[in-house]
């Protein structure tokens, strides 16, 4: 696992991220819009976070001091690099799960030219498997993939998120019909703080507040 970057923090205490990493992702960004703007398939597509999301993501993840993070629904690893750079900062690391093998082997790759390999677990399979053996705790996890399966997987992360800590699902508004299920499973809970941040197409935050 690499170390905390304190070159990185202004003295006003600002992270400021690498030019490097900063050209990855808008390579992404571009690349990503034109795949989809492309594709018919949607197996093909990358569907990759509004950057405003993604940017959103990443200062919750460095303002709640996240250092065990958990991603589902990997694609070409756009939001996962947003994660990684906070993970790295924050002295954390990130395990990204994704059904598709192909797009983590890009995912893969395009850490790899970000320089972020180090600060990331990337693993292929049923997300519902994979947490089934998966150690926690983790202080963040960020749901990107399946929407019509967050309600069971809502049960699962249970035991393995710390208290205080976030749980995150983009497409609120943009597919209100596939989330709805999990928003009714948030909300009849009282151990969540939950709102909904209108950035991109909808983000889902909920804090866990056990008693």
């Known amino acids: 696992m690499g170390k905390f970057n304190r070159e990185n923090v202004t003295d006003e205490g600002a992270y400021v991220m690498d030019e490097q990493i900063k050209q990855v992702l808008a390579d992404l960004e571009a690349s990503g819009r034109e795949n989809d703007a492309r594709e018919t398939d949607r197996a093909m597509k990358m569907l990759n976070l509004h950057p405003d999301t993604a940017k959103k993501l990443s200062d919750l993840a460095l303002s709640n001091h996240s250092t065990r993070i958990l991603e589902i629904g ?5 939001s996962l690099i947003w994660l990684a750079w906070s993970a790295r900062e924050n002295g954390g690391h990130v395990t990204s799960i994704d059904k598709d093998r192909a797009k983590q082997e890009l995912a893969a790759a395009n850490l790899e030219r970000a320089g972020l390999t180090d600060w990331v677990t ?8 994979i947490l089934s053996v998966l150690d926690g705790p983790f202080d963040l996890v960020f749901l990107d993939a399946d929407r019509i399966a967050y309600p069971a997987l809502l049960t699962q992360f249970l035991s393995k998120l710390t208290p205080g800590g976030l749980l995150l699902a983009d497409n609120v508004h943009s597919h209100p019909e596939e989330i709805a299920g999990y928003l009714s499973a948030l909300a009849a809970r009282d151990d969540f703080e939950h709102s909904v941040d209108p950035v991109g197409e909808g983000l889902s935050i909920a804090y866990y507040r056990p008693e």
């Open 74 to 78: 990997t694609s070409n690893g756009y």
């Open 122 to 129: 990337l693993r292929a399979g049923d997300a519902s498997e």
